[in-house]
């Protein structure tokens, strides 16, 4: 089974920045797209970003401009990297990864623990 581990969230006061990384780990499986998501307390789950094998990104409009992610194939790893942070980007986010088994072709949605970003002066 594959798990991913989020580290990079914290306390930033409104206009900084912070850097968001998620690594898998495991044995036995390829990763095609990956992501970020958050959930802010009260609300559902939204996506904030989403990064191909091949580096094709996606972005929630809300984001755009401010926040980039990208990924290192060898490391299995993603990244966001989040600036002019805002007070309504407060949530959990969390990193999922589309994962398929090398030897059964199945593939499936991981999910991160999640990771709290708080931004507030």
């Known amino acids: 089974q594959v798990q991913l581990v989020e580290s990079g969230g914290g306390l930033v006061q409104p206009g900084g920045s912070l850097r968001l990384s998620c690594a898998a780990s495991g044995s036995g499986f390829s990763i095609n797209g990956m992501g970020w998501y958050r959930q802010a307390p009260g609300k559902q789950r939204e996506l904030v970003a989403t990064?191909?094998?091949?580096?094709?990104?996606n972005y929630a409009d809300s984001v755009k401009g401010r926040f980039s992610i990208s990924r290192d194939n060898a490391k299995n790893t993603v990244y966001l990297q989040m600036n002019s942070l805002k007070p309504e980007d407060t949530a959990v986010y969390y990193c999922?990864?589309?994962?398929?088994?090398?030897?059964?072709?199945?593939?499936?949605?991981?999910w991160g623990q999640g990771t709290q970003v708080t931004v507030s002066s």
């Open positions: 990064i191909t094998r091949a580096s094709n990104t």
């Open positions: 999922n990864a589309y994962v398929i088994r090398i030897m059964t072709f199945q593939a499936y949605d991981a």
